[in-house]
DNA sequence: ACCCAGGAAATTC
DNA sequence: GAATTTCATGGG
């Protein structure tokens, strides 16, 4: 068990099923269970302590740096709170949400397996991934599958996901990932167009899940996701604004706006 | 039966 | 080149 003392500005619920990563599961005591680096935890909250059982305390670095503890979110909000009124609010509605520091390829595969898709069928997919070709760790549950496990599965092997038509995107950034012909470490370094431009060589990776990618997988919060949720609030909340306008890290401003506008559907109702 | 889901590729205009 | 259609799958 490993213990976080005054840890701030994170709220689990809204960090782990919001979105950003597709492996946290709700227990019934209230913890989230889930597998990250290939360790299987059960995390929960006590006020400002954190709790993460079934870590190791050789992993205190690695869980820190997973939940960005070192980085003060109240600072970033107080910032970004100046770009706009509206982000302001959004940022203040859920002051708990941290942008987590995934493994690039896992952040990679989960959000081209996301692209026109729902979180719940997400999830599912996503499970049945890591059941079937990840390594398998102590307690039953499996680690995410690594580019070389999955560079020599065909789509016929991807076929008991239920992955459909991304089941050949799956294959084809396994095989661009394993072989190196996509640099995922380049990714974290590189100028922002250039890492860009080097996720998007795999076929069914566009803007959206690039930047999702380089956001989630690499921590370049300075990229700003645009979904079918996203566009919908720049139109209503953000008339006349871009990406560009949010600053150095938009990322994170991207996150709060994202959450308060699924949480705020009405916003978007008939007009 | 129809529509949508944290999009992108394929096709058509 | 820009706009539209198609792509599997599952839930509402």
Redesign the pocket.
């Given at each position: 068990m490993l213990v976080f003392s005054d840890v701030t500005d994170l709220d689990l619920a809204e960090t782990l099923v919001?979105?950003?990563s597709f492996r946290w599961i709700l227990q019934p005591d209230g913890s989230f269970a889930g597998v990250a680096y290939g360790r299987s935890v059960k995390v929960r909250m006590d006020g400002s302590t954190l709790y993460i059982d079934g870590a190791e305390e050789r992993d205190r670095e690695l869980w820190s740096n997973y939940f960005d503890l070192s980085e003060d979110y109240g600072r970033i909000r107080s910032e970004i709170s100046l770009i706009h009124p509206v982000l302001r609010e959004a940022a203040a509605y859920a002051p708990g949400i941290r942008v987590l520091r995934q493994e690039p390829y896992e952040a990679l595969c989960t959000?081209?397996i996301?692209?026109?898709?729902?979180?719940?069928?997400?999830k599912?997919i996503v499970q049945r991934l890591c059941d079937s070709f990840g390594e398998p760790l102590p307690d039953g549950n499996h680690a995410f599958p690594t580019a070389l496990a999955m560079s020599s599965l065909t789509v016929e092997d991807l076929?008991p996901l239920?992955?459909?038509?991304?089941a050949r995107?799956l294959t084809d950034a396994a095989q661009k990932v394993h072989s190196g012909e996509v640099d995922l470490e380049l990714c974290r370094t590189a100028d922002y167009g250039r890492a860009r431009a080097e996720l998007?060589k795999?076929?069914?990776?566009?803007?959206?899940?690039?930047?999702?990618t380089l956001l989630?997988g690499m921590h370049r919060v300075e990229a700003f996701?645009?979904?079918?949720?996203?566009k919908r609030a720049m139109e209503r909340l953000f008339p006349g604004m871009t990406p560009d306008d949010f600053g150095n890290h938009a990322g994170i401003a991207?996150?709060y706006i994202?959450?308060y506008s699924?949480m705020h559907p009405e916003i978007f109702g008939n007009d």
């Amino acid at each position: 068990m490993l213990v976080f003392s005054d840890v701030t500005d994170l709220d689990l619920a809204e960090t782990l099923v919001c979105g950003q990563s597709f492996r946290w599961i709700l227990q019934p005591d209230g913890s989230f269970a889930g597998v990250a680096y290939g360790r299987s935890v059960k995390v929960r909250m006590d006020g400002s302590t954190l709790y993460i059982d079934g870590a190791e305390e050789r992993d205190r670095e690695l869980w820190s740096n997973y939940f960005d503890l070192s980085e003060d979110y109240g600072r970033i909000r107080s910032e970004i709170s100046l770009i706009h009124p509206v982000l302001r609010e959004a940022a203040a509605y859920a002051p708990g949400i941290r942008v987590l520091r995934q493994e690039p390829y896992e952040a990679l595969c989960t959000f081209i397996i996301s692209q026109n898709n729902n979180i719940k069928r997400i999830k599912g997919i996503v499970q049945r991934l890591c059941d079937s070709f990840g390594e398998p760790l102590p307690d039953g549950n499996h680690a995410f599958p690594t580019a070389l496990a999955m560079s020599s599965l065909t789509v016929e092997d991807l076929a008991p996901l239920r992955a459909g038509f991304r089941a050949r995107y799956l294959t084809d950034a396994a095989q661009k990932v394993h072989s190196g012909e996509v640099d995922l470490e380049l990714c974290r370094t590189a100028d922002y167009g250039r890492a860009r431009a080097e996720l998007m060589k795999i076929t069914g990776v566009g803007v959206k899940v690039a930047d999702c990618t380089l956001l989630f997988g690499m921590h370049r919060v300075e990229a700003f996701p645009v979904d079918v949720w996203m566009k919908r609030a720049m139109e209503r909340l953000f008339p006349g604004m871009t990406p560009d306008d949010f600053g150095n890290h938009a990322g994170i401003a991207q996150q709060y706006i994202f959450h308060y506008s699924r949480m705020h559907p009405e916003i978007f109702g008939n007009d």
